[in-house]
């Protein structure tokens, strides 16, 4: 059963950093693309950020790109989301997927809420 766990968001202030992880089991971690998207309330998903396998061509959504960064460790089966100088447009729900386009199986989410 291919599963995945987000956890690491909370409630900070503008210009905060988080780290979010996502440890999966259930499928070979190593040979899947990976990526982050996220669901302010109220609005559609947003792909924010992207991994392929062995960590190459990072993809960055321009409205966090210099600010997040993602990250994976293929022995552990977990993907990470550095979240720095945080905006309160940042809110949102944080779900990490198994495909580039995060469109694949996504865990529960995490939330993240950025107050002024």
């Known amino acids: 059963e291919v599963q995945l766990e987000e956890s690491g968001g909370g409630a900070v202030q503008t210009g905060g950093s988080l780290r979010l992880s996502c440890v999966t089991s259930?499928?070979?971690?190593?040979?899947?693309?990976m990526s982050w998207v996220r669901q302010a309330l109220g609005k559609g998903l947003e792909r924010v950020s992207a991994?392929?396998?062995?960590?190459?061509?990072?993809y960055y959504a321009n409205s966090v790109k210099g600010r997040f960064t993602i990250s994976r460790d293929d022995a552990k089966n977990t993907l990470y989301l550095q979240l720095d100088s945080l905006k309160t447009e940042d809110t949102a729900m944080y779900y990490c997927?198994?495909?580039?386009w995060g469109t694949g199986a996504r865990g529960q989410g995490t939330q993240v809420t950025v107050s002024s």
């Open positions: 997927a198994n495909n580039y």
């Open positions: 259930g499928f070979t971690f190593s040979n899947y693309a």
């Open positions: 991994i392929n396998s062995g960590g190459s061509s990072p």
